[in-house]
C-alpha cells in the first residue's frame, strides 16, 4: 500500500542478477525515478516471488559509483582525463590497430560476461571474430559454466540444458550435485520446494559442507572434496551389478558402455567409500533409489564445474542419467544450473568459444556459412578457437598478448590467485574496462574507461536456466553519458575495415533478426526463428527451441526427448572416466582444505549488491566458517580475526564458528575483495580450462586484530 501511493507506474523487465530469469517490474514514481521492484505474477518461473537482490534492483540505476563519461589517462594510476565517446573509440581502435600490427592480431585480447544482452553477444561477435579478427576471445563464463559446457558437448555433441524447472513437479529422486540452491538460486530452491510439498520424492544433497540445501536433505553425501567421479563410478558401479541399469535406453540411444562398464567395474563401494568418505551401504542406498525411481534428475552447480575435473563431473551425471534411461523425459534429465543472467546467452550466441548459434571454428562448413551471412572472407575466420580467459591472463605475463578489453568482467576479485593477476595486468600496454560502474577494482590498472548502461537501461534478451529467452525492456535512460553495450559495439565496428563493408545490426531487433535466420535448421536444437522481442514479452518468456510456424508462445520445455542426440550418429556417448587424483590437499604445513561458495545476499564481486544498503546490511564483511573442534584446538575464539595462508597469499578474515564445515575444512564467500582469491589455486580442469576454485589447502594463524 506504502509503495502504491509512491509508484505512478510499473514497468515490466527482466532481473539482471542470476540465471533463474525472473519477470520483473519496476515503479516509477512521479519524476520517474525507479523506486520499487515486484515479481511478475504471471511468469511461469517466478511466479510473483523475488530474492533479497531482485527485491532492491531499483536501487542500482543510481547507485554509487557509475560511470558518468568515458576516461582515459595514458598510464594507470595516472589522474583520469574525461573525455567524449568519438574520442575514446578513435583512441581504443587506433590502440587496437597498433597492437595488431606490431605483434599480430592475436596480441589483443577480448574478455566478455554473461551480464549483457544476447543480441550484444551477437553483435560483439561480429565484431570480434569478423572486424577486430582476434582468436583470443573468451567470456568470464570460464570461470563458472566452461565445465558444463564442455560437459554436454562431449556427452550429447552439443551444448544446452535438456530440461527445465518442471522437471521437479515430474521427478521421483533429485540428488543435487555441489549446488546450495536456496542460497545461490532462491527461487529456483522455491519451484522445487513447491514441488516437494505437492508430491514426495527423496532429495539428496551431495556436498562437503552442511549447506542449507543440505540441512534441508533426506539424505547428505558430505563427500571429500574433487572425488565426485568416484562417486558417480561407485553409483554405476552398484546400478550395473544388480542389473538396474535401462538396457533398451542405453542400446538404442548411446554408445560406449562396454568402456564404462569395465571403467566402473573397479569402483566398488567399498574402495569409493575409502576415497570419497561417504559409507559404502548408503552408496549403495542412493544407487538404488535413483536407479529405481521411475523418473530421476540430477541439478548442478559450482560444486561440479569449479574443480579440476569439473567437466569429468559433468559427463559423470550425463552417464549416470543414459544408463538409467533419464534424459529428456519430464522428470528425467541432467539440468546445469548457471549463474549469470545470460551465462547461457554467451553460449549460445558471441562467438567465444566458436561462431554464433553453437558453431564451431573447427567445422569448415560453418565457417563458411557464418562467413557468408556476414560478407566477409572465410579466410579471416581461424580454423580452432584460441585462449580461453584463464589462458589470457597468464598470456600476458609472457607477453604474447599486448591489450586487453574487459566487458563486464573483475578479474582483479574474481580470478584465482590474484596477487599473480595484479602483476600481470600491469604489465598491459592498453587495458580498457567497460562496465556500468567505474569503481571496479579491475579499472585500477586500465588506460581506458567506457560506462555502460545498465540492463534495464536498454533493450534485449538473457536465456536463462532451463533454455527460456526472457526480455529486458529498458524501463529508465541510461545514466548520464553511459551507452549501451550494443552501440558501444556498434561504433567501434565503424573503425575497422571490415566494419565499413559489412553489415552491423542498428537495433537489438535487428540483431535479433539476424540471430533468427542463423538459427533455423530441421537438426539444430538452438531454433528460435519463431520468436520475437513482442512474442517473448507478451510469453513472459519462451523457451527454446521455438521453430517458425510454432504457435502459443511456448516453445519445447525439453531436449532430446526422441533420443537423438547431436552426434552425427544420433546417439550420446557413454564415457569411461578414470579419477585421477590431482588435487591440492591438506598437508602438515596447510592442513585445512579450502571451499568457498555464495551468500543469498550478494552477487559476483559485489560490483552490484556491494552498493545496496539491505543486502549489505546482511553481509558486510568476509568471514570463515570454521569447525568449533578444530578451532577450540588452535585456540581461535568465535568473532576474532584470523589471517589464512596458501601457497598464493594471505588473507585476514573474521572467524565464525559453526558445525556446517568438518574440522578440516574452512569456507568462505567469494564476492569479497581482496580476500578469498588471494588464496586458491589457479589449477585447471583440462577439457573446460575452468579454474578449481573450491579445492585448496591453507593453515590458519592467529593474529592481533580484535
Ligand atoms: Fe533475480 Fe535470481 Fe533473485 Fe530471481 S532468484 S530475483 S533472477 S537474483
Known amino acids: 500500500k506504502i509503495l502504491d501511493k509512491k509508484v505512478q507506474q510499473w514497468k515490466y523487465t527482466t532481473c539482471g542478477y542470476c540465471s533463474t530469469g525472473c519477470s520483473i517490474e519496476v515503479g516509477l514514481d512521479e519524476k520517474g525515478k525507479a523506486v520499487a521492484t515486484r515479481g511478475v505474477a504471471s511468469a511461469d518461473v517466478n511466479r510473483g516471488k523475488l530474492c533479497i537482490k531482485g527485491i532492491f534492483e531499483h536501487e542500482l540505476f543510481e547507485a554509487s559509483g557509475r560511470g558518468n563519461r568515458p576516461i582515459m589517462r595514458n598510464k594507470p594510476w595516472d589522474a583520469w582525463q574525461p573525455t567524449d565517446w568519438d574520442t575514446a573509440l578513435d583512441k581504443m581502435a587506433g590502440e587496437i590497430k597498433r597492437i595488431q600490427s606490431q605483434h599480430g592480431r592475436d596480441a589483443f585480447a577480448v574478455v566478455s560476461t554473461g551480464q549483457i544482452m544476447t543480441e550484444e553477444f551477437y553483435t560483439l561477435g561480429k565484431l570480434v571474430r569478423g572486424c577486430i579478427g582476434t582468436n583470443n576471445y573468451d567470456g568470464n563464463t570460464t570461470l563458472c559454466m566452461a565445465s558444463a559446457v564442455s560437459g554436454y ?60 540445501f543440505a540441512q534441508f536433505a533426506d539424505i547428505h553425501l558430505p563427500i571429500t572434496p574433487g572425488t565426485d567421479v568416484v562417486l558417480q563410478n561407485a553409483l554405476m558401479h552398484v546400478i550395473l551389478a544388480e542389473g538396474l541399469e535401462d538396457r533398451e535406453y542405453i542400446e538404442a540411444h548411446t554408445t560406449g558402455f562396454e568402456a564404462l562398464e569395465n571403467c566402473v567395474k573397479d569402483y566398488d563401494p567399498i574402495t569409493a567409500a575409502r576415497i570419497c568418505g561417504i559409507d559404502e551401504d548408503t552408496i549403495r542406498n ?13 541439478i548442478w552447480t559450482m560444486g561440479i564445474n569449479q574443480s579440476t575435473h569439473g567437466s569429468d563431473g559433468v559427463v559423470g551425471i550425463n552417464n549416470l542419467n543414459l544408463i538409467t534411461g533419464n534424459i529428456g523425459t519430464p522428470g528425467g534429465t541432467s539440468l546445469s544450473i548457471t549463474g549469470q543472467c545470460n551465462a547461457m546467452g554467451t553460449r549460445e550466441w558471441s562467438s567465444c568459444s566458436g561462431l554464433p548459434g553453437y558453431r564451431a571454428l573447427e567445422n569448415k562448413e560453418h565457417r563458411k556459412e557464418i562467413a557468408e551471412f556476414w560478407g566477409i572472407d572465410e579466410s579471416f575466420f581461424p580454423e580452432k578457437r584460441g585462449m580461453f ?10 607477453g604474447q598478448i599486448k591489450g586487453l578489453w574487459l ?18 595486468l600491469e604489465k598491459l600496454d592498453f587495458l580498457v574496462v567497460q562496465d556500468a560502474y567505474q569503481d571496479v577494482e579491475t579499472n585500477q590498472y586500465s588506460h581506458l574507461f567506457l560506462p555502460a548502461a545498465v540492463w534495464a537501461e536498454k533493450t534485449g534478451c538473457f536465456t536463462n536456466t532451463e533454455r527460456r529467452v526472457n526480455l529486458i525492456r529498458p524501463v529508465v535512460t541510461p545514466h548520464a553519458e553511459s551507452k549501451p553495450d550494443f552501440w558501444i559495439f556498434s561504433q567501434l565496428a565503424k573503425r575497422f575495415e571490415n566494419g565499413q ?59 532430446y526427448t526422441d533420443g537423438v542426440f547431436q552426434y552425427p550418429d544420433g546417439k550420446a556417448k557413454l564415457i569411461a572416466l578414470p579419477f585421477i587424483d590431482n588435487n591440492e ?41 570454521m569447525n568449533p573442534d578444530a578451532a577450540m584446538e588452535l585456540g581461535i575464539k568465535h568473532q576474532t580475526y584470523v589471517r589464512l595462508v596458501s601457497r598464493r597469499g594471505d588473507a585476514v578474515v573474521l572467524v565464525q564458528l559453526t558445525q556446517r564445515v568438518p574440522r578440516n575444512m574452512v569456507f568462505i564467500p567469494f564476492h569479497f575483495h581482496d580476500c578469498v582469491n588471494r588464496l586458491s589455486l589457479g589449477l585447471l580442469d583440462p577439457h573446460s580450462r575452468q579454474p578449481a576454485y573450491k579445492q585448496c589447502s591453507v593453515r590458519i594463524e592467529q593474529t592481533d586484530q580484535k
Open 153 to 212: 558437448k562431449r556427452s550429447f555433441g552439443s551444448d544446452g540444458p535438456p530440461g527445465c524447472y518442471d522437471d521437479f513437479e515430474h521427478t521421483d529422486c533429485l540428488i543435487a550435485w555441489g549446488s546450495n540452491l536456496p542460497e545461490q538460486h532462491p527461487i529456483i530452491y522455491w519451484r522445487l520446494k513447491e514441488a516437494l510439498e505437492k508430491r514426495k520424492f527423496p532429495l539428496i544433497v551431495v556436498d562437503p559442507r552442511v549447506t542449507m
Open 501 to 559: 563493408k559489412i553489415h552491423f545490426p542498428e537495433t537489438p531487433s535487428e540483431a535479433f533478426d539476424e540471430m533468427k535466420v542463423l538459427s533455423k535448421g530441421s537438426k539444430r536444437t538452438l531454433d528460435i526463428s519463431g520468436m520475437s522481442h513482442d512474442l517473448i514479452e507478451e510469453s513472459r518468456g519462451i523457451q527454446w527451441p521455438y521453430r517458425e510456424g510454432m504457435e502459443g508462445g511456448k516453445g519445447d520445455p525439453r531436449l
Open 407 to 424: 566487458v563486464a568482467t573483475n578479474p582483479m576479485t574474481s580470478m584465482p590467485n590474484t596477487p599473480r593477476i595484479r602483476k600481470t
Open 389 to 398: 580467459m584463464t589462458d589470457i591472463l597468464p598470456a600476458i605475463e609472457t
Open 286 to 298: 542412493v544407487a538404488r533409489l535413483y536407479a529405481k525411481a521411475g523418473k530421476a534428475m540430477s
Open 585 to 625: 590437499r591438506p598437508c602438515e604445513d596447510y592442513p585445512f582444505w579450502m571451499n568457498s561458495g555464495r551468500v543469498v545476499e550478494h552477487f559476483h564481486t559485489r560490483t552490484r549488491t556491494g552498493k545496496l544498503g539491505n543486502c549489505n546490511k546482511f553481509s558486510p564483511t568476509p568471514y570463515m566458517e
